[in-house]
């Protein structure tokens, strides 16, 4: 070994061994190095190129520009245009529905489901989207958290093995192209076939063993406190049995009135919550509104308030459902005075709340009674709960108000934009199909991600808000170190040395020792920095005893996606620790058993798929 690759050997160590001990965060971590790495370079170390080249320093940012970043980015916005329109809430409740009170039918639903989910977005995306319907399919059927979320975690890493858009596939596949020779890049293809019997197996693992095996803990605080959804709010209020639906007939006097004229609050204590002009559907409509024959009036309050309003001309009748329908462009919460808020002893009406903040209040909760007529003339006191209806795009102003908290309610039971949801998944099935067919992934991806933006399904400020830049800054940073490995010949050395074990096994016995490597470092470095650690050497070793080096690729890259044994591996298993109550050893007790069949399902699709 040179004194070169020491040097190299020791720049990666102690960044990586400062973040394993949580005095630097990864991603600095992998900054420091590349950024070493450039100054050694610029020097005249031969580390990024040859040596008495300093302007080959410039491949110490090399990584930003790398297909892989632009991927990820473009993935991480399509994933919030998929989000944003409650198309994986709609798909989280359908689990819930089909699931029923059957413990191994609902564990084999969530690892399914966010397998699939993980198919087009990122693993930890995946995951977190799941999370809020696993729990509350677990308060409604009384399952344990620690029984489903384990399976939202492993079912996302499942997934993650089946597809190329996840973020070590996809480094993998970028580590070809920089191999000595090049090697062709891999696509979405490659990794479906063994991947996809990798997640059957899984998925039956978790189906048939799961009850058996998950731990049965106590929830976690996190649990106890997290935001409840839009329908248990509604009933916390008992809104259901308050809610009317008002019609203004063209004879009514009201024709031509503004809200304010009508004296509906005041002189009859009603909230009007809603309006329906048209096909247009007003939230908390303001005071100037005028009504118009044949609108609808949502309103909240007591059914005999409701019934005077035949003397003017409407006609009421119960609400059809039991909530109040916000739409796309509304949202529904709740606020707390402040403890010192100046708001306090104060009416809705004094503090004219409705004008001030473009929200209407539906209810107030106060100890176990709940108010919903005349609440504007009630004086708030500390303790109390108010519901809030009114347009999304004023959350942001309310959030700065002082004298309130705003709690957001859980996102699980919004309803979906039918349109916006079909133009965004058309959006990422082409992008696919055109990955498929043989344009870049990279360039696939980012058109589909610029068109959502042009298109409005995603506003410039929520792609900034939707890219996870600490994955796309280790992925920059690290790459340097992969071309560094490659360029003094450490990842040559190392295969070298694999080759001397494994030889003997052929072709299949490096596909398990690529495997088996990565799965093992994995579970303490992640899976991204692993990638960038292990592919060079893999793929190296695969070209020195002439084996498909993208058998082996895929190999290395589905070994990052095995986090199954440590909370660490991970970051969708870190996400799930809190809720569930999980403890350390209860990821180690599922997770070996499902490391081992992973193993054998991959020998088995090297062999059906790649001939190996």
Known sequence: MTSLQMTLIAVVLIPLLLAALDKIRIDLAALAMAATLGLM?????????????????????????????????SLFILTRGLEKTGVTRWVAQKITKAGGNSESRLIALFAGVTAVFSLVMN?????????????????????????????????????????????ANIIVSDLLRIAKPPQAALNFLDFFPTGGLIAVSGILY??????????????????????????????YFQLGERLWEASVPPTSPLVGQTLAETCFGAQYGLVVAGLWHGNQTIIAPAAEQILSAGDRLLIVGREERVNQLAEQGLISEQHAHDSINVGQGGVLLEIIPSPHSTALGKTLKELDFRNQ?????????????????????????????????????????????????????DAANLPVDGQKAFFILAILMAAITA?????????????????????????????????????????AGMYAVSLAMVETGLAGLFSDSIIRLIAPFGPLGLVAGAYLLTALLTQGMGG?????????????????????????????????????????AHPVNILMIAPAGYRFKDFFHVGWPLTILSFLALLAGMKIFWGL
């Open 41 to 73: 370079q610029l020097a005249g170390f031969g580390i990024l190129g040859p040596a008495g080249k300093p302007q080959e320093a410039i491949q110490a940012i090399a990584g930003f520009s790398q297909p892989t970043v632009i991927t990820l980015i």
């Open 206 to 235: 978790l189906a048939f063993l799961g009850k058996k095996l998950l731990p049965d803990r106590t929830p976690g605080a996190f649990a106890s406190f997290s935001n409840v959804t839009r329908d248990e709010m509604e009933n």
């Open 528 to 568: 991204q920095v692993t990638a960038l650690v292990t592919g060079p050497i893999t793929i190296s070793a695969a070209i020195s005893m002439g084996v498909n080096p993208q058998a082996v690729a895929v190999a290395t890259a589905i070994g990052c996606s095995a986090s199954f044994l440590t909370p660490m």
């Open 357 to 409: 903040s473009g929200f209407t209040v539906v209810a107030l909760r106060r100890k176990e009674r709940s108010y919903r007529t005349n609440v504007g003339d009630i004086p708030l006191n500390f303790g109390d709960v108010l519901l809030l209806a009114g347009p999304a795009a004023r959350l942001k102003m309310l959030q700065k108000h002082t004298d309130f908290f705003v709690l957001e309610p």
């Open 435 to 475: 990955s498929i067919l043989g344009v870049p992934t990279y360039l696939a991806t980012l058109c589909g991600a610029v068109a959502l933006m042009i298109a409005g399904g995603v506003s410039i400020e929520e792609s900034y808000q939707s890219v996870e830049w600490q994955a796309v800054f280790l992925i």
């Open 123 to 167: 693993n930890l995306a995946a995951g977190a989207l799941i999370l809020p319907s696993a729990l509350e399919t677990s308060r409604r059927t009384g399952i344990r958290p620690s029984k489903l979320l384990m399976s939202v975690a492993y079912g996302s890493l499942l997934g993650g093995s089946a597809t190329y858009f996840t973020t």
